[in-house]
């Protein structure tokens, strides 16, 4: 394992006048276009420069564009480490590059993501999948879930979870009182339950128990097919979506190369770029480190 030289962020750390953060970042699988995405973020002028980055990551143990068991096990190695090293509040934030998770399985790796590695190492059950990007800010109900199960897996207190997670985080941004649009699950939002029930039965009784917190004005179930447009013009703050690609599809469509993946209820910062490996152009110098740089930019801000 190859990684930076680190002190601990307990110290807090200082340049100068100023308080730096350590900001950890992992290579993702070395096959892939992690190593180049995270060398030109870091070498981009959109980095703020008042931080401190680690690059954690066997750079040596991938061949670009042919993943492996051995580059799979780098890429848990490096994610295992970071964990260890944030609980031992050596940084205040992780940023991750994109790993394989076919690879990751086939040595044992028993979770859908990254998402849930990080939840699992910090004990935590109460957590969520938010991306967003210069046009939306989606927060996902339900994540890595077969599209078949999400209609037996929708509950209201997952709807809640990430409906209080993500007011928090545009909280933390600086939205004093969000805007916050929840989508439905069928077409029409249900159509007065002529294409289901799931809006009445679970999102509409959700939405109330938000709203009675008082920490964002939820509004919805609305038409799935409408409410990204509504809040890509502005009217939301962001969008709960039930299942990962009614969220995912529009914000890509729109904040591909600027959306950032973070990992709501952590005890610490996770980011990450919004896109996977991408094999087939890893080595050939043409990856685009944007949604990095914004990973990375949002990581710094959060960790103020």
């Known amino acids: 394992m190859k990684f930076f030289p680190i002190v601990t962020w307990q110290n807090l750390l200082r340049q100068g006048s100023l308080i730096v953060a350590r900001i950890i970042i992992t290579i993702g699988d070395p096959a892939g276009i992690g190593p180049e995405i995270v060398d030109l973020a870091l070498a981009s002028a959109g980095i703020p420069k008042k931080h401190q980055f680690e690059i954690i990551g066997d750079r040596s143990a991938g061949t670009p564009g042919r993943p492996n068991q051995r580059s799979a096990a780098a890429a848990l190695e490096a994610l295992e480490l970071a964990a260890l090293e944030l609980k031992n509040g050596k940084a205040a934030a992780v940023v991750t590059a994109p790993v394989c998770k076919h690879q990751l399985k086939t040595i044992g790796f028993p979770f859908p993501g990254q998402t849930e590695f990080f939840a699992n190492a910090f004990g935590v059950t109460h957590y969520g999948m938010l991306l967003t990007g210069k046009h939306l800010t989606v927060g996902l109900a339900t994540i890595h879930e077969p599209l078949s199960r999400v209609s037996q897996l929708?509950?209201?207190?997952?709807?809640?979870?990430?409906?209080?997670?993500?007011?928090?985080?545009?909280?933390?941004?600086?939205?004093?009182?969000?805007?916050?649009?929840?989508?439905?699950?069928?077409?029409?939002a249900g159509e007065n339950g002529e294409f289901g029930d799931e809006e009445t039965r679970i999102i509409r009784p959700a939405i109330e128990s938000l709203n009675a917190l008082g920490i964002a004005e939820f509004k919805g179930p609305g038409v799935p097919d409408a409410i990204f447009r509504d809040a890509a013009r502005g009217n939301y703050d962001a969008v709960l979506a039930m299942y990962h690609d009614q969220g995912l599809i529009p914000l890509k469509l729109l904040d591909f190369d600027n959306a950032v993946n973070v990992t709501l209820g952590l005890p610490i910062i996770r980011t990450s770029p919004d896109h996977g490996t991408a094999f087939d152009i890893a080595g050939k110098g043409v990856a685009d480190p944007s949604s990095m740089i914004s990973a990375i930019k949002l990581a710094c801000e959060l960790a103020g």
């Open 154 to 188: 929708l509950c209201a207190d997952s709807i809640i979870n990430i409906g209080k997670l993500t007011a928090r985080f545009l909280h933390q941004r600086g939205t004093g009182h969000p805007r916050i649009a929840v989508a439905g699950l069928n077409p029409h």
